[in-house]
């Protein structure tokens, strides 16, 4: 029922910015709440931040609170994340997702991206 196909990875350097976006397809998208996730070689799929249906509300894990940015235009079917003050531990493959609720496992979401790499460099 949903397509989701995230932008906007990159090689940046560490202290750097980039903007991914999650571009979505399908006619429920104001329904849905959205995560971003990442997975970095040899582990697990990780919960980075989730947006609340109405964008109203937002939740990050601990490490990217004060870096990291989500927010959604529904009026685009897009959820983005804006990715501030970059650290090497950030690299990984990004990939948004839709489900019921903005909760902080992978569990919860019905619809996933096929993921976009971001690299920091040091």
């Known amino acids: 029922q949903v397509q989701l196909v995230e932008s906007g990875g990159g090689l940046v350097q560490a202290g750097g910015s980039l903007r991914l976006s999650c571009a979505a397809s399908?006619?429920?998208?104001?329904?849905?709440?959205m995560g971003w996730f990442r997975q970095a070689p040899g582990k697990e799929r990780e919960f980075v931040a989730a947006i609340s249906w109405s964008g109203g509300n937002t939740y990050y894990r601990g490490s990217v609170k004060g870096r990291f940015t989500i927010s959604r235009d529904n009026a685009k079917n897009t959820v983005y994340l804006q990715m501030n003050s970059l650290k090497p531990e950030d690299t990984a493959v990004y990939y948004c997702?839709?489900?019921?609720?903005?909760?902080?496992?992978?569990?919860?979401?019905?619809?996933w991206g096929q993921g976009t790499q971001v690299t920091v460099s040091s």
């Open positions: 997702a839709a489900g019921r609720q903005p909760v902080d496992s992978t569990y919860g979401y019905d619809y």
């Open positions: 399908g006619r429920t998208f104001g329904g849905y709440a």
